[in-house]
């Protein structure tokens, strides 16, 4: 960021709606595959995970089901993305705006952290049910779940709308940390990169510095995102709080095999995705910039 931030114009909140839903399927198509993959062993308190067994899972899904096998799920996924990478980026720019981020050349870096957290916990609020919906799809087969609206419909009649927000704590316990340090990082790089040499950086160097944010992002919540898996997608039994079901899986699965299971796919797809992400958001808003001059 230059030494005077203001002279980075704010997006406006419908631009930035529009920027963050073209972001967010980039992002998350790209990534698809391993995603499903990763979920697939997450809910699975049984199946032994390591690396080996995930390109197992792919290869096994392609030769059985085909390509779009892969894909299963991403209809549900784009219907919760898009919606909530448009309000998560635009949230973060309305908060940047009301918290003064980073204004008038002084730097902010705890509300640089405050707003990230700040813009996903609104965004997952929203949203949250059809991350539940695209959860069960992704773990189900055509004769439990036919289309999103189904799973749905099912899962509303099985609980209602309680059901569907079934794990929203441990989602906001894990946004926290995950969107806070992701943002924070990403900006704080930005700000570094653009003090020293005073211009802005290129798409390069933003892939860049959004693969690291991701991957301490990822690192930072892993744990959070296994029980709120678990809770959406009915493995453990109803009523368990978040911090029974943590305690539950560290004792029955420990730490590497059960908290952190299936980390190592998301060190692969978590910065890729996170990376696309800020890149593609910031590439939309300078395009549309570029021709309004």
Known sequence: MPNDSNVEQRPSVVLSLAAGAIAGAVAKTTIAPLDRTKIYFQVSSTRGYSFRSAIKFIKLTYREN??????????????????????QFAAFEQYKKLLKVDENGIRT???????????????????YPL?????????????????????????????????????????????????????????????????????????MYRMLFGMVAGLIG????????????????????????????????????????????????????GPISVGVSFTTYEKVLELVENLKR
Do not use: C
Request: net charge positive; glycine share 8%; no cysteine.
């Open 66 to 87: 085909g390509f779009l096998a892969l894909y299963r799920g991403n209809s549900a996924t784009m219907a919760r993305v898009v919606p909530y990478a448009a309000l």
């Open 109 to 127: 870096p705890v509300k640089r952290l405050i707003t990230g957290s700040l813009a996903a916990s609104t965004a997952t609020m929203v949203t």
């Open 131 to 203: 991350d539940t919906a695209k959860a069960r799809l992704s773990v189900s087969s055509k004769l439990q779940y036919s289309s999103l609206t189904q799973v749905f419909v099912k899962t509303y009649r099985e609980g209602g709308i309680r059901l569907l927000y079934r794990g929203i704590y441990p989602t906001i316990l894990g946004v926290i940390p995950y969107a806070g340090s992701s943002f924070f990082t990403f900006q704080t790089l930005k700000i570094m990169y653009r003090d020293q040499n005073g211009h802005k950086e290129n798409s």
């Open 218 to 269: 990822q690192s930072s919540s892993y744990p959070f995102d296994i029980v709120r898996r678990r809770m959406q997608t009915g493995r453990i039994p109803q009523g368990w709080s978040p911090l029974r079901t943590l305690i539950h899986i560290y004792h029955t699965e420990g730490v590497k095999r059960g908290l952190y299971k299936g980390l190592s796919m998301n060190w692969v797809k």
